[in-house]
T-cell receptor
C-alpha cells in the first residue's frame, strides 16, 4: 500500500510564530486531506486538497501531486492550534478510504 | 443532524471478553471505516465498508469483525479481547461524488477509549 510520511514529528512554537508541516506520499493520489486532532481527541478536517493551494484563515495548504508532497502552513500560531496534524491519502489506487501518516504534534506556548 | 455517533465512549474489558463498539451516522454516507489510534502510530485502518452488505479488511484487521446491514450502522466486534487491543477507536464516514463539495471528506466520531486488562 501507499506510504505516508509526515515531518517534523514534533514541533514547539511560541505564539505568533509561523510553521510549515510536510506530508510525503509514495504513489500518485487523487485526493489528500489534512486533519487537526485537538488536545481532547476530536478530529476535524482542515482541507481536502488533491492538488493546488487552498486557504482558510491563518491556515493554508498546498499539494504538488506530481512531486508527491503536501504542505500545511500555519501563520501567526495561537495556543488553540496545539494538537496533532495528520495528512491522509487513499489507501491504494482507486480506494476511497484514507490511510494516515503518523502526524505532527504541535505545541504552541503563550 | 448528529453526524457520526460512537458508543460507548469508555470501556474496560478483561482479557478474553467480547464486546461491540457501535457506530451510527445519519448523513446517508455510503463509506464507513474503523481506525485505531495508538501513541506515535497515527490512525490505522481496521475495517471499512463501501456500502450496505460490503465490508473489507484494512491494515490491522486481526481480532476484529464488522458487518454492515444498513447504511447507517457499522459495528466493530472484538471477539476475544487482548491487552494489545487497548487503544482509542474512531469511526468515520464519507460519501463519494465526483466533483461534489464535501465528497470523500471524512467525518469522524468522538472516539471510544478501550482498555483491556
Amino acid at each position: 500500500g501507499i506510504q505516508v510520511e509526515q515531518s517534523p514529528p514534533d514541533l514547539i512554537l511560541q505564539e505568533g510564530a509561523n510553521s510549515t508541516l510536510r506530508c510525503n506520499f509514495s504513489d500518485s493520489v487523487n485526493n489528500l486531506q489534512w486533519f487537526h486532532q485537538n488536545p481532547w481527541g476530536q478530529l476535524i478536517n482542515l482541507f481536502y486538497i488533491p492538488s493546488g493551494t487552498k486557504q482558510n484563515g491563518r491556515l493554508s495548504a498546498t499539494t504538488v501531486a506530481t512531486e508527491r508532497y503536501s504542505l500545511l502552513y500555519i501563520s501567526s500560531s495561537q495556543t488553540t492550534d496545539s494538537g496533532v496534524y495528520f495528512c491522509a491519502v487513499p489507501a491504494s489506487g482507486g480506494s476511497y478510504i484514507p490511510t494516515f501518516g503518523r502526524g505532527t504534534s504541535l505545541i504552541v506556548h503563550p | 443532524n448528529a453526524g457520526v455517533t460512537q458508543t460507548p465512549k469508555f470501556q474496560v474489558l478483561k482479557t478474553g471478553q467480547s464486546m461491540t463498539l457501535q457506530c451510527a451516522q445519519d448523513m446517508n454516507h455510503e463509506y464507513m471505516s474503523w481506525y485505531r489510534q495508538d501513541p506515535g502510530m497515527g490512525l490505522r485502518l481496521i475495517h471499512y465498508s463501501v456500502g450496505a452488505g460490503i465490508t473489507d479488511q484494512g491494515e490491522v484487521p486481526n481480532g476484529y469483525n464488522v458487518s454492515r446491514s444498513t447504511t447507517e450502522d457499522f459495528p466493530l466486534r472484538l471477539l476475544s479481547a487482548a491487552p494489545s487491543q487497548t487503544s482509542v477507536y474512531f469511526c468515520a464516514s464519507s460519501y463519494s461524488g465526483q466533483g461534489q463539495i464535501g465528497a470523500n471528506v471524512l467525518t469522524f466520531g468522538a472516539g471510544s477509549r478501550l482498555t483491556v486488562l
